[in-house]
């Protein structure tokens, strides 16, 4: 898919939208560990949990390629937590200079900058759940998902696909577990 080209307007504006497309992310993967952990905690199998959000409304490309990361302990999407701050800083700028009321992103990049300081700047963006799952004890760990990695597939000519790969067969047969 990579042979696609957005024009998005004017000079800046493609920068504009990645730092909105980054501020989505932060909120997608906050709210993502801390869907993960209240299903965890319900008792849910964290496997039928994420099959399910993956075939409902909730999903998103942050929830079908970075709950994966969580799964496997990791957290390491390949962009550094620094890097979604400095995000997440920008969406504020911008929201600030045209008079956008920002409530979500502002809790979102104040859960980010307590990730990057407990795990320093170099740490993967997908940490704010391990915050989590210290403070409450509670791990999000689940097997199947140590080889998992992901490749995009473009399915038409506007279409991509999230195509899953190297999850292991305790993930594959959650629906057999009682």
């Known amino acids: 898919y990579t042979d696609t080209v957005l024009y998005m307007g ?8 990645k730092v909105i497309s980054n501020m989505l992310a932060g909120a997608h993967m906050v709210l993502t560990g801390e869907a993960a952990m209240i299903a965890r905690r319900n ?3 964290l496997n039928a949990f994420w099959n399910g959000i993956r075939a409902s ?11 994966p990361l969580m799964f496997n302990g ?13 995000d997440l800083d920008l969406g504020r700028k911008l929201a600030f200079d045209t008079d956008v009321p920002i409530d979500l ?17 170099e740490a993967g963006s997908s940490h704010p759940p391990k915050m989590l799952e210290e403070d409450l004890k509670t791990s ?12 995009i597939e473009k399915v038409s000519s506007d279409t991509i696909a999230v195509v899953h790969h190297g999850i292991g067969e305790e ?7 009682s």
């Open 140 to 151: 999000l760990k689940t097997p199947g998902y140590d080889y998992w990695r992901y490749s």
């Open 10 to 17: 004017p000079a800046g504006h493609a920068s504009i939208v």
């Open 171 to 177: 993930a594959k047969n959650w629906a057999d577990e």
């Open 105 to 121: 992103l502002s809790m979102t990049e104040q859960i980010y900058r307590r990730a990057m300081f407990r795990y320093g700047r």
């Open 43 to 45: 008792g849910v199998n």
């Open 57 to 67: 409304a909730g999903n998103s490309f942050v929830f079908e390629t970075e709950a």
């Open 74 to 86: 990791t957290y390491q999407p390949g962009f550094a937590i620094k890097l979604h701050c400095k």
